[in-house]
């Protein structure tokens, strides 16, 4: 499985319903300069990811995302993975399913 998946595959997984985890993994300053997030999502701090992470479902899959899917996302997918949770980071973060038009959701 690779590491990321595009804003696309997420839009259409959401279209059709398919079960997933959407995970909004944005440091909390991030989240608090720009509170909208992709629907459906649940925020996690990336910081406390060995508290949380231990309680994910390992029966679907789970999409991580931050500001612009690097070095936040990063962390905590492999932290993710070490766990052997089936999990991907979004392509670009909430920039790119922003830049895609695709619609957000304000906290």
């Given amino acids: 499985m690779d590491r990321t998946i595009t804003p696309d595959k997420v839009a259409a997984m959401l279209k059709n319903q398919t ?5 909004d993994v944005r440091r909390a300053s991030d989240v608090a300069a720009d509170p909208s997030s992709i ?12 508290e949380w992470g231990k309680d994910l479902p390992k029966d679907r899959p789970i999409v991580v995302y931050c ?38 959701d304000d906290r």
Avoid: F
């Fill in 19 to 23: 079960p997933m985890t959407l995970l």
């Fill in 67 to 104: 500001v612009r899917g690097g070095s936040v996302s990063n962390a905590v997918l492999d932290k993710l993975l070490d766990k052997s949770v089936i999990a991907q980071y979004l392509e670009g973060g909430l920039a790119a399913w922003k830049a895609a038009g695709n619609g957000t």
């Fill in 39 to 50: 629907p459906g999502s649940v925020w996690y701090d990336p910081d406390k990811v060995t």
